[in-house]
């Protein structure tokens, strides 16, 4: 069984640069087997997928923020990380690390428990 | 992007209700749907996959169907514990995309 815990500041400054860490456990990120998802969640909204990274492939970010996101992984910690730089209001949200069980990228089956992110002065 | 429209944004039923959500998507997407289950303060959970698969484990109350561009997710008979909002998501191109979510409460 997978498990997924988001950790990082629960208030960010605008025009700051936002770092979430996604530390799994039960699984080892090196191993190639999954796909590692950053989804999050506008206050009272929908969710919004922001892409995903595998342990030693090419992200992909959704375009409305490709300028402003990067993703890292750490194989020694097996953590996998999001960077999302000049930040503003409409960036606060919960952030959700996520991935697929049968090694896609469709499917989130595997969810951390989310971070609520405020941006505010 | 192929956009997910979910309808509708809420919905109130009374327990033993058969309870209906769709969700339309702006281009043909075979069957690649999932449906969540997200209840206050937690995560989503995977409840169906490629439209109609039921995830191990999830009560067979809920069910899915369609393809192409119209799906349906069904709660054949609505619990107290199914108060929750209800996600579609379609994972047929990239970016992967969700519907604007249904608030399913009790009346």
């Known amino acids: 069984q997978v498990q997924l815990q988001e950790s990082g500041p629960g208030l960010v400054k605008p025009s700051q640069t936002l770092s979430l860490t996604c530390t799994v456990s039960g699984a080892s990120i090196s191993s190639g087997n999954y796909y590692w998802s950053w989804i999050r969640q506008h206050p009272g909204k929908g969710l919004e997928w922001i892409g995903y990274i595998y342990y030693n492939g090419r992200p992909y970010f959704i375009p409305s923020l490709k300028s402003r996101v990067t993703f890292s992984v750490d194989t020694s910690k097996n953590q996998f990380s999001l960077r999302l730089s000049s930040v503003t209001a409409a960036d606060t949200a919960i952030y959700y690390c996520?991935?697929?069980?049968?090694?896609?990228?469709?499917?989130?089956?595997?969810w951390g428990q989310g971070i609520q992110v405020i941006v505010s002065s | 992007d192929i956009q997910m429209t979910q309808s509708p944004s809420s919905l109130s039923a009374s327990v033993g209700d058969r309870v209906t959500i769709t969700c339309q998507a702006s281009q043909d997407i075979s069957n690649y749907l999932n449906w969540y289950q997200q209840k206050p303060g937690k995560a989503p959970k995977l409840l169906i996959y490629?439209?109609?698969n039921l995830e191990t484990g999830v009560p067979s109350r809920f069910s899915g169907s369609g393809s192409g561009t119209d799906f349906t997710f069904t709660i054949s008979s609505l619990q107290p514990e199914d108060i929750a909002t209800y996600h579609c998501?379609?994972?047929?191109?990239?970016?992967?995309?969700f519907g604007g979510g249904t608030k399913v409460e009790i009346k």
């Open positions: 490629g439209a109609s």
């Open positions: 996520a991935t697929d069980k049968s090694g896609s990228f469709a499917n989130f089956d595997y």
């Open positions: 998501q379609q994972h047929d191109d990239l970016p992967l995309t």
